[in-house]
């Protein structure tokens, strides 16, 4: 009887992360929409899985011109967190994955077994991109950090969430990010919207981002895409990977009759001082306009 050898592919990378950071950057489904791509020209926009043994996955891979796109999809074998994960893909080639604790640092050692409709040498640079890939997105988050604020304002919820979205209100409690701060665009979930202000020499510039939840009087939060540049919009590229998918989450508690604001936010480690100092600054305008 005739058999056919199948030729393994290993791949490999040293991450400068701890284990747990890696492997929960590897499984998030969100996560995975970020780095999963073997070059800027191709994205994942959607990533669903079952993380257990037998539990199915699905990530989308389409070039972002629309041109072409396919299904990467499989079923989970084994699943140890922070160790190993091995999976089956659609056509039974195996996946095995690797992940070695070394301190501060995480080895990742990725073997699959190549399929037949393209070189190897082809296959083994695909994969490896995508795990470089990966490896930049999980070291680029290393320049984060997570800032929280909060400050007790006397006034209703409601109050406060309107006054705090109010275009004019905006620009007088955001002025000490920017004198001359402003907003365009719409605060319903799913919308676009820029927050915009000009330098010392008159140009525009700003953030460009989404609103992923809306719940009035309760809870907004906003997802950053990228940077605008006078009338352009920067989400791709060195500038923005290092913070794109940054968030600022607001949460509104009802404490006797009054409200606990309470800031979440993701920022650059360059810019913590900023942040630290101005917003506090910005919640006292806040509370000072809605208790008047």
């Known amino acids: 009887m005739e058999t056919t050898s199948k030729t393994i592919i290993t791949i490999e990378t040293t991450i400068n992360a701890p284990v747990e950071k890696v492997w929960n950057t590897w499984t998030n489904t969100d996560a995975i929409t970020k780095w999963n791509s073997a070059s800027p020209d191709w994205h994942t926009p959607k990533a669903e899985h079952d993380l257990r043994p037998g539990g199915t996955f699905n990530y989308r891979m389409e070039a972002k011109d629309g041109s072409f796109g396919f299904d990467f999809e499989g079923v989970f074998n ?16 195996k996946v095995k994955i690797f992940f070695t604790s070394k301190g501060d640092e995480t080895h990742v050692v990725e073997s699959f077994e190549a399929e037949d409709m393209n070189p190897v040498e082809m296959q083994r640079e695909g994969w490896q991109a995508i795990l470089n890939n990966f490896k930049n997105y999980i070291e680029m988050q290393n320049n984060l950090v997570e800032l929280h604020f909060e400050i007790n304002i006397n006034a209703p919820t409601l109050k406060v969430f309107d006054t705090m979205l109010n275009r004019e209100q905006y620009s007088v409690w955001t002025a000490p990010f920017c004198p001359t701060s402003y907003f365009d665009g719409s605060w319903e979930k799913g919308s676009k919207i820029l927050f915009i202000g000009t330098d010392e020499k008159g140009e525009k510039g700003g953030m460009v981002a989404h ?6 009087g309760k809870f907004i939060s906003i997802k950053y895409d990228g940077l605008l540049k006078g009338n352009e919009e920067v989400t791709e590229g060195p500038e923005v990977e290092s913070w794109a998918g940054a968030y600022e989450n607001y949460t509104f508690t009802e ?13 650059t480690k360059e810019y913590q001082d900023f942040f ?10 806040l509370k000072e306009i809605c208790e008047l």
Not at 211 to 216: C, G
Not at 256 to 264: E, F, H, I, M, P
Not at 276 to 285: I, R
């Open 78 to 93: 084994i699943v140890k967190p922070n160790e190993y994960l091995e999976y089956t893909l659609g056509d039974d080639r």
């Open 211 to 216: 609103i992923a939840e809306n719940i009035p």
């Open 276 to 285: 630290t100092t101005a917003w506090p600054q910005a919640l006292n305008k």
């Open 255 to 267: 404490e006797n009759g009054g409200t606990l604001l309470s800031v979440d936010v993701t920022g």
